[in-house]
């Protein structure tokens, strides 16, 4: 059966490469974007199964009103996808409070007022799938991406306890965490802060680090994210990329592993 989409941020990147997938599959979408002229090509292709509607996820009014276009114009909603976001670079002691500021209302205000815009719809109809984007960020933590990784250590913590919020009405909520790909995730739609001269030796390893990887592009992730969509009972988490597995798995064993060992501690903490 045809599903109906809600996804932010499909300009270019994960987004548009969804959008593209699930119109050509038969599914319809509302694609939000700042600037809708960058989907005049597939709505051209598509029609009347593709709305496009522009949306600074920032303004939390527009948001509202994107999702309720949006589903009055299909009548419902069963995926909503909450992609919009971008990287951060920067060391804790470079990034400005603008910038953080910044961070914090696109990739975790931007994803709250989608979500809290579309659960009573999805709870009237008793059933949909909120699937929140978030990173191998959002589990491990890399030097130069402190507040990236905050952004989306935010967005897992609520996504988490949305998820035992609204099991009880139908709507089911799914943490996609993709590793690195070819889009312009770390380039052209990246902020970069004013690097401090004490960290230029670490920012300098960390760009030689990154010459001559070579990232799949955002195509490789389409049958994974419809695997999840078309599940029965979705995944709350899921990786993309075996990189991101490996990472997430020898991050926890080493959790694991430190927990472990102080234990004792641990429980000695339960009385005076």
Do not use: C
């Amino acid at each position: 059966m045809s599903k109906t989409w809600f996804i932010t941020g499909t300009s270019r990147g994960f987004g548009r490469s969804w959008t593209k997938a699930a119109l050509e599959r038969g599914d319809k979408v509302a694609a939000t974007a700042r600037d809708v002229s960058t989907l005049k090509d597939l709505a051209d292709s598509f029609g009347d199964t593709l709305l496009p509607i522009q949306l600074d996820v920032t303004d939390r009014a527009a948001a509202v009103a994107a999702v309720g276009q949006a589903h009055a114009h299909f009548g419902g909603l069963d995926v909503v996808v909450n992609n919009a976001g971008y990287g951060h670079f920067g060391f804790l002691e470079e990034i400005t409070e603008a910038e953080a500021r910044a961070q914090i209302e696109t990739n975790v205000f931007g994803s709250l007022w989608v979500t809290q815009a579309a659960i009573p719809l999805m709870r009237t109809q008793g059933s949909g799938h909120i699937v929140q984007i978030s990173s191998i960020g959002g589990v491990a933590a890399f030097p130069g991406l402190g507040i990236y990784h905050a952004s989306k250590w935010a967005l897992e913590g609520f996504s988490e306890a949305l998820a035992r919020e609204v099991a009880p009405f139908g709507i089911k909520v799914t943490l996609i965490e993709p590793g690195g790909y070819a889009t312009d995730w770390s380039t052209s739609s990246a902020v970069h802060s004013e690097h401090h001269s004490v960290y230029q030796a670490i920012h300098d390893a960390i760009a030689a680090g990154r010459q001559g990887h070579q990232s799949p592009g955002p195509d490789a992730t389409i049958a994974a994210v419809f695997a999840a969509v078309d599940a029965e009972n979705p995944p709350l988490r899921l990786l993309l990329s075996g990189t991101a597995y490996d990472i997430a798995q020898g991050v926890y064993a080493q959790r694991l592993k430190t927990w472990s060992e102080w234990e004792s501690i641990s429980r000695s903490a339960d009385h005076a």
